[in-house]
């Protein structure tokens, strides 16, 4: 027989299901959306460009559906596991909205460098973002499936996107010296390496907060930092 108890517990259940397909499907659209930035860069495509940029807005509005979600859940007054999944919850969906607003950045900035000719630092900006791709689906399975290895794993290949992002920008600083009439488009391919190694940081935050959700520990080691460029404003 079922008491009043049981259906509160199921319905708890039940919503945090919703907050965690949907911050899923945040991930699995974050990636995408980055996927289809790094792809109009290359296709110099500016109708492609907007339509990114427009996808923006779903992963946006799920971020917000999300967030009241787990507001509900922390109303109801749950317990200490459910507090930590509340408060995992929070920070991620904002860390992956974050991922969104990064990648739109880039199809923004990818309408700018259509109108001059390609530089051949594009395909060191296609790999380090194929790398934060990989981060991104990488902490979204860390996620769903609460395997905190993983998340440590994502945690630690982050170093790896700041020492490619350090040498693409002085690749860049490198060649804006010896052809002054590609710095514009040179600072908007920097713009845009500085969005990639800023969604290999939120990834991370993803990761750790994985970790924090499995563990209820949130004192992780500092992680390895390789970016050495100066400091650029995203």
């Known amino acids: 027989m079922n008491t009043p108890h049981d259906h509160i517990f199921r319905g708890l259940d039940e919503e945090q299901q919703r907050v965690h397909d949907g911050i899923v499907r945040m991930g699995e659209m974050a990636a995408a959306q980055l996927e289809a930035a790094l792809d109009v860069v290359v296709r110099r495509d500016d109708r492609a460009s907007a339509r990114v940029v427009a996808n923006d807005d779903a992963i946006d509005a799920l971020e917000q559906e999300v967030t ?42 990818s309408a700018a460098l259509s109108m001059a000719p390609p530089l051949p630092q594009v395909e060191a900006l296609q790999a380090l973002g194929r790398r934060a791709v990989d981060l991104i689906r990488q902490t979204t399975d860390a996620y769903r499936d609460e395997d905190a290895d993983l998340a440590i794993q994502v945690r630690d290949a982050d170093a790896r996107i700041d020492a490619d992002y350090s040498e693409l920008y002085r690749d860049l600083v490198e060649h804006m010296g010896n052809e002054p009439r590609s710095i514009t488009s040179a600072t908007h391919l920097m713009f845009m390496a500085k969005n990639i190694e800023r969604i290999g940081d939120h990834a991370t935050n993803v990761a750790e907060n994985v970790c924090y959700l499995v563990s209820g520990e949130d004192d992780l080691p500092p992680r390895e930092k390789r970016d050495d460029s100066p400091s650029l404003a995203p």
């Open 68 to 109: 009241q979600e787990a507001v509900r859940l922390a109303l109801r007054g749950p317990l200490a596991r459910d507090l930590r999944f509340i408060l995992a919850a929070l920070r991620i969906a904002a860390a992956i909205e974050r991922m969104g607003d990064y990648a739109a950045n880039i199809a923004k900035r």
